[in-house]
Each structure stands twice: as structure tokens, then as C-alpha cells.
């Protein structure tokens, strides 16, 4: 079993990279796999289709979810959310109920507001969202930085844990004979003609 996490960082192994790896790592001790894709600056180079398909690619064989990204200007990056538009814009076959987690590194403030963002795409694609026992954000600006947020790196932990449980569930749900629910055909009401 196998997390794909999203780093939407420009910084390859900076902090939204070292957060990820703690959730690799919590995820690793419950026995779950996990990939680290970076988008760097294949967003906006005019690869973004390439980068796409190969991210389409990833989620099939992907039990869950990570988006997490820098706070710009009090928002995610520009680049993980030009792909996760993409992305999501898709067929979402693959991403349906599927669980998801959103993770905000901030040098100070704008976590929350991008971990909002971040988790709305899950939320549309009826991902059940996994949570921790704080919302998921990490302070710094180096990565070295992101250990000294012990908080952060707690809540990063619990994450890890709590989604590695899910993620387990679910599969013991369907050996069990849990039924996945089909789609329902999506009403969609345009106020504007
Ligand atoms: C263009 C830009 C805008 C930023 N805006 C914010 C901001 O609004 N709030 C904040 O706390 N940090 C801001 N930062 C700092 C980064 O979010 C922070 O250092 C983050 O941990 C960097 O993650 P990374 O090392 O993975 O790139 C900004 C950084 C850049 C490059």
C-alpha cells in the first residue's frame, strides 16, 4: 500500500519536502509505502500536461493522498495549484475515495487559508479527508527548521499514523465484502445561463 504525496514546492528538499518525509516516515513504521513527486518548475515551464499524465499514472496505483506546499502570499504555490487543477480536473476514477491529507509550511502565517485551499479539491472528489490532532502546517524557512516546530512535527506524526489506519481500514472493508458506493450521477444547478 502506497501514499502519493504532492510536494508543490520551487525547493526541491526544503521545508515541504523535510514534512513529507516525516509523514513518510510515520507512514513507513505502519508498513505503508510512500512516493514524494516533485513539481519544481515543470507547473509552469510548459510541461504541465506531461507532469500531469505522469501524476494520473501515480494515482492509480496510490492508496492515498498529500498535497502539501509553501504558503505564498498566504496561499498555496501557484504551481501545485495549477496542477491540482489539472489534475482534478481529469477523470477522478483514481482519486475517488481515496483518503487525502493537505500539509501548509509557512515561514509565519497563511497555513490555514492553504490548508483550506489544499483540502477543497479533495473535498469535491468525495476523498475522505484524514486529519491529525491539529491542522497540518509546519514553520520555517530552512529545512532544519521544520524539526525545531516540534508541534508541527507531532501533528505531522499523527497524520501518518491516522492515515496509515485508514488507509488499512478500507482495505479490510472491501476483504470483508464492503461495497464501494458507485457514483451518483452529478446534479449540476448553473444560476448564470
Ligand atoms: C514567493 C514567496 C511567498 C511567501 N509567502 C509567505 C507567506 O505569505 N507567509 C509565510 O509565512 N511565509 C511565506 N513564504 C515563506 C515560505 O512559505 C516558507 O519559508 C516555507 O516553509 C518554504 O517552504 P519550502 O522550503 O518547501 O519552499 C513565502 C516564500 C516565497 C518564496
Redesign the pocket.
Known amino acids: 500500500m502506497k501514499v502519493l504525496m504532492i ?1 508543490g ?3 526541491e528538499k ?5 514534512a513529507l518525509s516525516v509523514v513518510a516516515e510515520a507512514l513507513a513504521k505502519e508498513g505503508i509505502d510512500s512516493e514524494i513527486c516533485f513539481i519544481g518548475k515543470r507547473a509552469v515551464d510548459g510541461s504541465l500536461d506531461e507532469l500531469v499524465k505522469e501524476l494520473v499514472e501515480k494515482t492509480k496505483s496510490a492508496d492515498g493522498f498529500i498535497f502539501a506546499s ?6 498555496p504555490s501557484g504551481e501545485i495549484q495549477v496542477v491540482l487543477d489539472r489534475l482534478f480536473y481529469n477523470p477522478k476514477a483514481e482519486l475517488r475515495l481515496k483518503p487525502a491529507a493537505s500539509i501548509a ?7 490555514t487559508a492553504t490548508f483550506d485551499v489544499l483540502n477543497k479539491y479533495a473535498t469535491i472528489t468525495e476523498m475522505p479527508i484524514v486529519s491529525s490532532n491539529y491542522w497540518n502546517m ?6 532544519e ?2 524539526y525545531e516546530d516540534k508541534e508541527g512535527v507531532e501533528t505531522l506524526q499523527v497524520l501518518g499514523r491516522n492515515m496509515a489506519w485508514l488507509i488499512k481500514s478500507i482495505e479490510a472493508g472491501k476483504k470483508a465484502g464492503i461495497k464501494t458506493p458507485e457514483p451518483m450521477k452529478k446534479e449540476r444547478t448553473n444560476f448564470i445561463r
Open positions: 510536494n514546492s520551487r525547493r526544503g521545508c515541504t519536502y523535510t509553501p504558503v505564498y502570499y498566504a496561499s509550511s509557512a515561514r509565519r502565517a497563511g497555513t509546519v514553520h520555517g524557512t530552512k529545512p527548521d521544520v
